[in-house]
């Protein structure tokens, strides 16, 4: 079998376009400057083209990409303490102060003040998994203080249960709601940020869910 050159080969593969023979120029043919004839300008193309190399590989500095790119991907349902840092973050979780400032700017990073509930994340939950992560974060609340993160969250799944609850949903909601009390009562002051995200959540599992027992007393 005769052998092919390698840019013959690919050529028969791909082509030309415009298939253009090497173009005859005058001896004052400076590629540098600008083509002053149809054929000067072929030739500068046909120059560029054959100083470009056949592959190329691209320089990428990997101190640039680190906590830039974020990967959404969501624990299993059964990683209790995976979702627990999914939902509210390495640094919550580590219960650590936040680490000395620097002149970096990596953009939000997730992994360490958790992901948001977006409606991405929680249209992907079927119920199992809304109430074993609902679980999961009244088991932190239980021993926690109550922070943006948890209540957003919490409302969040609490937005996903369906009706009629799964016997393990109806007491965990329970549960909840008993603790949101809990924390109220500590409160000093009625401006605390917490009040209302509170109350929000005990008058989901009294009023929504049927739970009228656990409701505030209008009086």
Not at 23 to 46: A, H, I, K, N
Request: glycine share 4%; with cysteine.
């Amino acid at each position: 079998m005769a052998w092919v050159p390698m840019e013959s080969a690919v050529e028969e593969l791909m082509p030309r376009l415009l298939p253009v023979e090497p173009c005859d120029v005058t001896e004052g043919f400076d590629p540098s400057e600008l083509p002053r004839t149809p054929q000067e300008y072929l030739r500068r193309v046909q120059i560029e083209a054959a100083l470009c190399p056949d592959v190329v590989v691209a320089q990428i500095d990997p101190k640039k990409l680190k906590r830039r790119q974020t990967v959404n991907v969501s624990p299993k349902s059964e990683d209790e303490e995976g979702w627990k840092k999914f939902c509210l973050g390495e640094r919550l979780c580590a219960e650590g102060a936040p680490g000395p400032a620097t002149n970096e700017n990596p953009g939000i990073d997730y992994v360490q003040i958790g992901f948001p509930p977006l409606l991405s994340i929680v249209s992907r939950m079927n119920q199992a998994t809304v109430t074993s992560v609902l679980e999961y974060l009244s088991n932190w609340f239980g021993e926690r203080d109550f922070t943006p993160e948890l209540g957003r969250w919490l409302y969040a799944l609490l937005a996903c249960l369906e009706k009629p609850l799964l016997p393990e949903a109806h007491s965990l909601i329970r549960q909840l709601a008993r603790r949101c009390s809990e924390v109220r009562l500590l409160v000093d002051s009625k401006d605390d940020e917490r009040v209302p995200a509170l109350n929000l959540l005990i008058c989901l599992v009294s009023r929504y869910f049927d739970q009228r027992d656990l409701a505030d007393d209008p009086s």
